[in-house]
């Protein structure tokens, strides 16, 4: 063998020399992707002929061979496997095992399995590319030796992908949490909400052109139940954080019900309106008629948290309104504030730096989901939306996550498992049931029988009641 990998090695050499003494060097960059050329067909005949020796290896050992039941078949069989350099061509021996069934020992012993066309290796630089770019420019990116449906294929098939969560050392005085969500199209019509909840220890402000989060990690919640994506927020929350050391919890938010979610479970949470819906509100009330003078003060009112004074001003500014389409708005948007007033309040009060919910969707989700004219199969949405967070996590798709193929069926399956939220944050949720309760309790009457494996989508189970529980109780309760 070593013979066979210095002569192909010196035939490489002997192309590069007679590429240069040839083309010479007038352009440095058009040389190096001639040599880059050169040794990507080298590495591919060294590879092919290496494998053709381990094949002969295998067919000369007739004595091994039959003491494991293996007669050939037929010899020279051709596959193509694409890799990131480029295509492998080799031939191998097609065995009849003892119990008639047939097989290429050689794909197994070099690690490619049946029916697989791509190496998992540059799937997942693939899969990895397509998190930022479409399905064809990731294809392209590498001389387009797969298609857009190649690529789209792998993404479906692949594992679900989330950021692991480790233990900080020390444990900050405040939490951020930024929640909105992201509208994207589906295919045949239609539009869903993709959730998006991005955990921070705050902003760094120390530059003025441009803040940025401290430590932030991103959530996306899509196919995944309301109740069961709140909770698994919040068992990565737990099993990153010593909760009991945070003073505030501020839940930067739009005041959607399934965020209101959160500000219930979590313990010494503080909701903050989101500063673009809160103005954007503010903005539409001034723009009602003789509004303008009382905008002073509507925001003194809410700067000072004064709801009754803010209530009437706008009780004031009722009687002014002329039409009825006025009127109506009016009363819309005082109720409005009144029913998010401790959030608006939070958020006037001056003690927070501008809000980032919704650059956070853009930058997190819609730049790859909904801001180009996209429409989205439900297995597709669920993948990508997974894929693109992770990726921006700072994770790197690796082969193990790649898998050959996964039928219309087991997607389905999959993405009904996944409404009880991510195996993953099941996981961590389900450790901190053990570690609070130390199996002094039997939390199972709480447990439906016909329910999926995973948290309580919606339901009371012993994980809702753990979660609701670490929210009230003291330490000395275990």
């Known amino acids: 063998m070593d013979t066979i990998i210095a002569q192909s090695a010196s035939e490489v050499v002997g192309k590069i020399v007679k590429y240069i003494a040839e083309k010479g060097i007038s352009s440095v960059g058009e040389t190096a992707e001639g040599l880059m050329e050169i040794l990507k067909e080298g590495a591919l005949e060294i590879l092919a002929q290496t494998i053709q020796v381990v094949d002969e290896a295998m067919l000369r050992a007739k004595k091994d061979r039959k003491a494991d039941g293996l007669t050939v078949k037929a010899r020279n069989v051709e596959r193509v496997y694409i890799t990131e350099i480029g295509e492998l061509r080799y031939r191998r021996t097609y065995y009849q095992c003892s119990d008639k069934t047939k097989i290429y020992p050689v794909d197994h012993l070099i690690g490619v399995e049946p029916f697989e066309r791509i190496s998992k290796e540059f799937c997942a630089k693939l899969v990895g590319n397509a998190a930022s770019c479409s399905m064809a420019k990731a294809a392209e990116a590498y001389g387009g030796t797969v298609s857009r449906q190649s690529v789209n294929n792998k993404i479906l098939a692949m594992k679900d992908v989330v950021s692991d969560i480790s233990r900080v050392e020390e444990t900050p005085e405040e939490l951020h949490l930024f929640a909105d969500e992201d509208h994207v199209h589906m295919r045949p019509k239609g539009s869903v909400m993709v959730p998006l909840v991005t955990v921070t220890e705050g902003i760094d402000t120390t530059n003025e052109k441009r803040h940025k989060t401290i430590r932030a990690t991103h959530f996306q919640g899509y196919g995944v139940s309301n109740e069961a994506f709140v909770e698994n927020v919040m068992a990565a929350i737990y099993e990153r954080y010593d909760v009991e050391k945070i003073r505030n919890i501020y839940i930067h938010a739009d005041g959607g019900n399934w965020i209101r979610r959160l ?172 570690e609070f309760f130390s199996g002094k309790y039997d939390w199972s009457v709480f447990e439906s029988s016909s329910q999926l494996p995973g948290l309580t989508n919606g339901k009371l189970t012993g994980t809702a009641v753990l979660l609701q529980t670490l929210s009230h109780l003291p330490a000395c309760a275990s």
């Open 263 to 434: 500000t219930e479970l979590l313990p010494n949470a503080v909701p903050v309106m989101d500063g673009f819906h809160a103005e954007r509100q503010l903005k539409t009330l001034l723009g009602l008629k003789d509004a303008a003078c009382y905008a002073n003060a509507l925001r003194l009112a809410l700067k000072k948290n004064d709801r009754d004074a803010f209530l009437r001003h706008c009780e004031s500014l009722l009687q002014r309104q002329d039409k009825e389409e006025s009127q109506k708005k009016l009363v819309e948007l005082a109720v409005y504030f009144n029913n998010n007033w401790r959030s608006v309040a939070e958020r006037y009060s001056g003690r927070h730096c501008g809000s980032c919910t919704e650059p956070l969707v853009g930058h997190m989700l819609s730049e790859r989901l909904s801001r180009n004219p996209l429409a989205w199969s439900k297995e597709g949405l669920a993948k990508m939306a997974m894929l693109r967070v992770y990726v921006k996590n700072g994770n790197t798709v690796k082969a193990g996550h790649i898998r050959i193929s996964r039928n219309k069926a087991e997607r389905n399956r999959d993405f009904k498992t996944r409404k009880c939220g991510l195996e993953k944050y099941n996981g961590y949720a389900e450790k901190q049931i053990r």
